[in-house]
C-alpha cells in the first residue's frame, strides 16, 4: 500500500506564496505520476497540476504561470509552488498518486488534503 501526507497549507493574503508537499511512502515499486486537486468550499474537486515520471508537467490554465509543480524522485516527494495567490485558490488541495505498490498492482492513491486560505 501507499501511504501520502501532504504539507504546506495555511492562510496567506492575495499575491503571497505556499509550498505544498506531497510526501508518498509504503510498499511503492514506482510512481506514474503524481496530481494535486483543487477543491473549493461547497464546490467539486477539480484538477489543478500533473507531474509525470518523466518529469512532464501540466497545468490547468487558472494556475499556469502562477503555480509549479515538481517532483523530488529519490524522495518520492512532489511539490507544487503557489504564486500570486487569489481569494479564489481558497480551498481544500489534495495529492493524488499512480503508483504501482507491492501486493496491491497500479492504482491511485489520495492523500488527507491541506487547507489553504487566501485572505483578499
Known amino acids: 500500500q501507499v501511504q501520502l501526507v501532504e504539507s504546506g497549507g495555511g492562510l496567506v493574503q492575495a499575491g503571497g506564496s505556499l509550498r505544498l508537499s506531497c510526501a508518498a511512502s509504503?510498499?511503492?515499486?514506482?510512481?506514474?505520476?503524481t496530481r494535486w486537486f483543487h477543491q473549493a468550499p461547497g464546490k467539486q474537486r477539480e484538477w489543478v497540476a500533473t507531474i509525470s515520471s518523466g518529469g512532464s508537467t501540466y497545468y490547468v490554465d487558472s494556475v499556469k504561470g502562477r503555480f509549479t509543480i515538481s517532483g523530488a524522485n529519490a524522495k518520492n516527494t512532489v511539490f507544487l509552488q503557489m504564486n500570486s495567490l487569489k481569494p479564489e485558490d481558497t480551498g481544500v488541495y489534495y495529492c493524488?498518486?499512480?503508483?504501482?505498490?507491492?501486493?496491491?498492482?497500479?492504482?491511485?492513491?489520495w492523500g488527507q488534503g491541506t487547507q489553504v486560505t487566501v485572505s483578499s
Open positions: 493524488n498518486v499512480v503508483a504501482r505498490a507491492l501486493a496491491a498492482g497500479t492504482r491511485d492513491y
Open positions: 509504503g510498499s511503492i515499486i514506482s510512481i506514474e505520476s
